[in-house]
């Protein structure tokens, strides 16, 4: 497997930001090529940070090609400008992890 990790700290915008969020963000996610599966996930507790992580999105894919295919489509390039579209009501741009799925 093959995920894209998305982490958002606490918004300085908290309704502006989830309205948008799961109004306009979530539904051109869901429109990805090649996307498995999704998990949207509320963070309660952080340990060993200073960060005020607030919502963790993850996107898995089979492999790095068909992530690689939906992070460069039409729906790709869309969820990306949409991103932009949220960082008024952010303190940062969320952190973004590509990973790989060792399964040890």
Known sequence: MF?????????????LFEAHYFA??????????HLLDYRVQ?????QNTDD?????TELEYADEAS?????????GRAA?????DMVPY??????????EDLNV
Request: zero cysteines; hydrophobic letters at 40%; glycine letters at 0%.
């Open 52 to 56: 005020t992580a607030y919502l963790v």
């Open 90 to 99: 952010l303190h940062r741009l969320p952190v973004v992890h590509i990973v």
């Open 42 to 46: 509320r963070v309660t507790n952080t």
């Open 3 to 15: 995920k894209m990790i998305v982490i958002y700290s606490e918004p300085k915008e908290i309704e």
């Open 80 to 84: 990306q400008q949409d991103t932009a």
């Open 24 to 33: 306009k963000h979530l539904p051109l996610i869901k429109q990805l090529p």
């Open 67 to 75: 992530f690689n295919l939906s992070y460069t489509s039409a729906e």
